[in-house]
T-cell receptor, first 117, second 113 residues
């Protein structure tokens, strides 16, 4: 079946521009997660959605970052007034349920590689 | 201090070697533990969960020591295809973040012919 998809796969933008990244989770997965991975670094948690709501936004690095999820499916991560330090791979993951069980696997999309010039 | 710490490596080993990676985590309330594998320029994928009693999946053995907050991954008879970055992952059931995973920085393994 189809996995998590993300678009665009690559995005090059100029400093100060806004960008929008899209994530399409696996059908039926209620939980959706955004992470950021800078070059040679581990994954940094950004935000989590349960259905359409985002109970925890504490991982967003600044108020330039926002995310939404509509219809319990597709999510968009928006970065306003991009800065060079925003350059990273932005990964989206989804899981079946948000988890009282700790063993729910998160399935990752291929990521969006963002480069801010 | 990072929540999940790993030696970044790289570990350079010959084919057939046995190699072990270690990981420590800081939050004693962590409840579930995993190893993910990430190939170069690819997304992470679950390799195996880690159970308190230790568990094995083919050439891979994972162990957990809750008292020391320490997780290990042992790879026996390593193959060229094992070359990747191995991510130690800890799950803290967070009231607001559900199944929240905290990733270590990864340990890079390079298996040479």
């Amino acid at each position: 079946g189809a996995g998590v998809s993300q678009s665009p796969s690559n995005k090059v933008t100029e400093k100060g521009k806004d960008v929008e990244l899209r994530c399409d989770p696996i059908s039926g997965h209620t939980a959706l997660y955004w992470y950021r991975q800078s070059l040679g670094q581990g994954l940094e948690f950004l935000i989590y959605f349960q259905g359409n709501s985002a109970p925890d936004k504490s991982g967003l690095p600044s108020d330039r970052f926002s995310a939404e999820r509509t219809g319990g499916s597709v999510s968009t991560l928006t970065i306003q007034r991009t800065q060079q330090e925003d350059s990273a791979v932005y990964l989206c993951a989804s899981s079946v349920v948000p988890g009282t069980s700790g063993l729910n696997e998160q399935f990752f999309g291929p990521g969006t590689r963002l480069t801010v010039l | 201090r990072k929540e999940v710490e790993q030696d970044p490596g790289p570990f350079n080993v010959p084919e057939g070697a046995t190699v072990a990676f270690n990981c420590t985590y800081s939050n004693s309330a962590s409840q579930s533990f995993f190893w993910y594998r990430q190939d170069c320029r690819k997304e992470p994928k679950l390799l195996m969960s880690v159970y308190s009693s230790g568990n094995e999946d083919g050439r891979f053995t994972a162990q957990l020591n809750r008292a020391s907050q320490y997780i290990s991954l042992l790879i026996r008879d390593s193959k060229l295809s094992d070359s990747a970055t191995y991510l130690c992952v800890v799950n803290l059931i967070h009231n607001n973040a559900g199944n929240m995973l905290t990733f270590g920085g990864g340990t890079r393994l390079m298996v040479k012919p």
